[in-house]
């Protein structure tokens, strides 16, 4: 069964960080790269940044320098670090396996992370 719990989201002012967790299910986690997606309102899901299982880091043009994906294989678990945020960050923020986005068929609840001017 597939698991995937987001946290961390929060109201935050411009300039200002969080961490987002995601507790994944092991049969999801394990073998596979995970990614951080977010989805701005009336935009589509975009990939964010992906860690691979050796640890092998990957981001978003847009948010390159500013944040930092990381994964803790022993707790099933996948971070992401969001420093110096932006009003265009806001978003509800999701973590799922690397893969093509259309073709995945399961989402989680998602984190809001909201960053005011």
């Known amino acids: 069964q597939v698991q995937l719990v987001e946290s961390g989201g929060a109201l935050v002012q411009a300039g200002g960080s969080l961490r987002l967790s995601c507790a994944a299910s092991?049969?999801?986690?394990?073998?596979?790269?995970m990614g951080w997606y977010r989805q701005a309102p009336g935009k589509q899901r975009e990939l964010v940044a992906f860690?691979?299982?050796?640890?092998?880091?990957n981001y978003a043009d847009s948010v390159k320098g500013r944040f930092i994906i990381s994964r803790d294989n022993a707790k099933n678990t996948v971070y992401l670090q969001m420093n110096s945020l932006k009003p265009e960050d806001t978003a509800v923020y999701y973590c799922?396996?690397?893969?093509?986005?259309?073709?995945?068929?399961?989402w989680g609840k998602g984190t809001l992370v909201t960053v005011s001017s």
């Open positions: 092991g049969n999801i986690f394990r073998l596979n790269a």
């Open positions: 799922n396996k690397l893969q093509t986005i259309t073709t995945i068929d399961y």
């Open positions: 860690v691979t299982p050796g640890g092998g880091t």
